[in-house]
């Protein structure tokens, strides 16, 4: 079953159209992304680049060469949207500005699946050596929406004081949504949803005064005067 997937798949990623690296590109990215690291070889990825192994090789030494130059390429097309900055810029409170960072989060990083799955391969697969790359192509994200909610944070409507944390947290939501959704999926297990569920969880009803945040990392309490 899994051979006749990976032909199929080998027929759709190669168009027969570009340079042989940009086809290597292409079919490792459709296989990685759908059987992981492990479950992929060389003659796999060959066969849907239209290409031979020793062809691969010229290229990347090694598989694991290719796979990184595969997540480099994906994690390259993270993009932040700008429309979606504003809304948090403007939004009233501390629960819409998370509510619009997790949107905006989601929005960027589910705009490929393909780099979910390669993020979460990654993590499983191959290890912390990895983790470079990561935090090189998506600081950026992290810094520029903590930097949007620190407002929020400095004026203690997040219960983590830390917007960085928070924004750590939201991008963990995303990622390991697919996998959960795919485990336990059930009626209502949308993606607003869970932001809702995990809203809930910190105590954060719509009609809520309390802070926002991640439960256990609360900023210290103030001492009152005196």
Not at 104 to 118: F, G, S, Y
Not at 122 to 149: C, F, N, W
């Amino acid at each position: 079953m899994i051979a006749q997937q990976k032909e199929t798949m080998a027929a759709i990623s190669n168009p027969g159209r570009g340079g042989a690296d940009e086809r290597i590109l292409l079919s490792a990215a459709g296989l990685f992304a759908n059987f992981g690291y492990n479950g992929v070889s060389t003659r796999d990825i060959a066969a849907g680049a239209g290409v031979n192994e020793v062809t691969i090789y010229r290229h990347y030494p090694r598989k694991r060469d290719l796979y990184l130059a595969v997540l480099d390429a994906e994690l390259q097309q993270v993009k932040l949207r700008g429309d979606l900055l504003s809304r948090i810029a403007e939004a009233a409170d501390g629960r819409t500005a998370l509510e619009r960072a997790f949107e905006l989060i989601a929005a960027t990083l589910t705009h490929k699946p393909e780099l979910l799955r390669l993020m979460q391969f990654s993590t499983l697969e191959l290890g912390e050596d990895i983790d470079p790359m990561l935090r090189k192509h998506l600081g950026q994200l992290v810094e520029v929406v903590a930097r949007y909610l620190e407002p929020w944070a400095e004026g203690e409507e997040l219960r983590n004081a830390n917007a960085k944390s928070v924004v750590l947290a939201l991008v963990a939501m995303v990622v390991n949504y697919r996998s959960l959704h795919r485990l336990f999926s059930v009626g209502g297990s949308g993606q607003k949803a869970m932001f809702k569920a995990y809203a809930d969880f910190c105590g954060l009803a719509s009609d809520s005064a309390g802070p926002i945040g991640i439960p256990g990392n609360e900023a210290p309490a103030r001492a009152g005067p005196g």
